[in-house]
Nanobody, 125 residues
Framework: QVPLVESGGGLVQAGGSLRLSCAASGRAYGPKHMAWFRQAPGKGREFVSAISRSTGFRVYADSVQGRFTVSRDDNRNTMYLQMNGLQPEDTAVYYC??????????????????WGQGTQVTVSS
């Protein structure tokens, strides 16, 4: 069973919006942090946003602050990323990640053991 499954990617014009979803299988037990990362062609995996499942505390990369909003629906075991004001530089494969942890939210992909398969977001100019 795949731990995380992303959906909602697609092609959008600059200035448009998309909402990504990340459905968790629920195999990991305990307080969780969930995060979004993205990877553009030829670049490393970049932190986008993270949320604590237990406290709801959220952090964002400076590049998306004010445009993207991360949220969660605990009943559906799902995390969302609402992306508004999309720009061509937002084009990337977007991944969600999860870890069981109670400390500070991490922006490092190495700290997250469980990942989804990714969903492509393409923003045309």
């Amino acid at each position: 069973q795949v731990p995380l499954v992303e959906s909602g990617g697609g092609l959008v014009q600059a200035g448009g919006s998309l909402r990504l979803s990340c459905a968790a299988s629920g195999r990991a037990y305990g307080p969780k942090h969930m995060a979004w990362f993205r990877q553009a062609p030829g670049k490393g995996r970049e932190f986008v946003s993270a949320i604590s499942r237990s406290t709801g505390f959220r952090v964002y990369a400076d590049s998306v602050q004010g445009r993207f909003t991360v949220s969660r629906d605990d009943n559906r075991n799902t995390m969302y990323l609402q992306m508004n004001g999309l720009q061509p530089e937002d084009t990337a494969v977007y991944y969600c990640a999860e870890r069981v942890y109670t400390g500070q939210l991490s922006r490092s992909p190495q700290d997250y053991p469980d990942w989804g398969q990714g969903t492509q977001v393409t923003v045309s100019s």
